[in-house]
């Protein structure tokens, strides 16, 4: 059964630095598995989201865009790998069995999925949504989530 998302929480991120900041924070406070689903338009923030929340995990060396290679893999990571995909370019729903979705699924890490609207019936539910959007100069991000834990230290 799928977790209800029922905890929402707006943020105002000011600069790119405060979105890796909310990357980082919330990847802190995340047992895995979890599967985070990443709204916005290009250019939002998300792939700065993941940076954030990769370092948040330990992840030391750079931080790749999948937008061309659908998934980036980063297996050395603490409390699980993590697997981090961009959906924008997908051809066809069907094409996430062939870069071994159940794969991902079964290591028991965490997924952040960018443009997971691109596969609604082809994906595990969200247990995190994260959805950013201009605001000024900076960003307003809204997380919702199933347990109200999630927030905690997530302030800006």
Known sequence: MAPTLTYQRELSLADEAATMGLGERLARNLAAPQVIFLHGELGA?????????????????????????????????????????????????????????????SAGGYLLIEWPERAPNQLPAPTIT??????????LATVCAAAVDVFDGLAC
Do not use: I
């Open 45 to 105: 923030g998300k792939t700065t989201f993941s940076r954030g929340f990769l370092r948040g995990r330990g992840h030391a060396g750079s931080v790749k865009s999948p937008t061309y290679t659908l998934v980036e893999p980063y297996e050395e990571t603490a409390g699980g790998p993590v697997y981090h995909l961009d959906l924008y370019r997908l051809g066809d729903a069907q094409e996430l069995a062939f870069l071994g979705m159940e794969d991902y699924l």
């Open 130 to 139: 994260l959805s950013l959007s201009a605001s000024g100069t900076g960003r």
